[in-house]
């Protein structure tokens, strides 16, 4: 006896296709400036055998540089089936000039977690320059005509800058300075100066002659590309 048997249900893997966020075009290469987030991709995703999926639930990705681009910085939004939005940025500061690939891919996730249609597509990070920090500095205060140099009062502030692209040089030509009243620290004639001390950055602050009051401190610190940071803070002489 020979039973009859019916025809056997298969699933169908999900069906996507990567898109501009317009639909006129596919996605080949995904470029965005360091610490900016892309614009939004679209991704067509269907599957017969599952209408009820969410896009966060069965879009994955697999970022190949993984420093540069995480996986967790590659989000999707929307509804499937339908359109998937996908948009990338990637991690603080990092950047890449080189392409790289990113596999992204719909998952089944009903009974074969195993069925996917995956597409890939590279991206590239543009580097950006970022402008130096410089720390906060509380307010100082000191007694006139303490610390005496041939000039007046003398006093040192640490002066802490950071700059992920590059290092900026504890020195004069990299840092200045600007004071609102000439009277406690001149603008003309070099009154503060800058150094290493060891590998600290230290600001040496000379006060004219028996000057006292609070004056405006402004340091400002560039890099090579002649972005700026600054710091404002309170020098009283009493």
């Known amino acids: 006896n020979y039973g009859i048997v019916g025809p056997m249900k298969v699933r169908d893997a999900p069906k996507i296709e990567t898109a501009n966020i317009s639909g006129t075009s596919y996605i080949h290469q995904i470029t965005v400036d360091e ?14 055998d599952n209408s009820g999926m969410s896009c966060l ?29 996908m948009k990338v940025k990637g991690a603080l500061n990092q950047n890449s000039s080189s392409a790289f690939e990113v596999e992204v891919w719909a998952e089944d996730t009903a009974t074969d977690k195993g069925v996917s249609a995956k597409k890939t597509f590279s991206v590239v990070i543009n580097p950006v320059n970022d402008a130096p920090v410089i720390a906060a500095i509380a307010k100082q205060t000191i007694a006139e005509d303490s610390s005496l140099s041939a000039s007046g009062t003398k006093h040192t502030v640490a002066v802490s800058i950071t700059d992920p692209d590059q290092t900026i040089a504890c020195d004069n030509n990299s840092i200045s300075y600007i004071s609102s009243k000439n009277s406690i620290v ?53």
């Open 57 to 85: 639930a069965v879009m994955k990705a697999d970022s190949k540089n993984k420093t540069v681009l995480p996986d967790a910085n590659i989000t999707f939004t929307g509804t499937a089936p339908g359109t998937c939005q």
């Open 186 to 238: 001149s603008n003309d004639d070099g009154s503060i100066s800058f150094a290493l001390d060891g590998s600290a950055c230290k600001a040496t602050i000379v006060t004219q002659p028996n000057a006292f009051g609070t004056t405006s401190i402004i340091l400002v610190a560039k890099d090579s590309a002649e972005a700026e940071g600054l710091v404002n803070f309170a020098l009283e002489v009493t």
């Open 35 to 48: 610490d900016v987030e892309s614009s939004a991709y679209a991704i067509e995703v269907s599957d017969v």
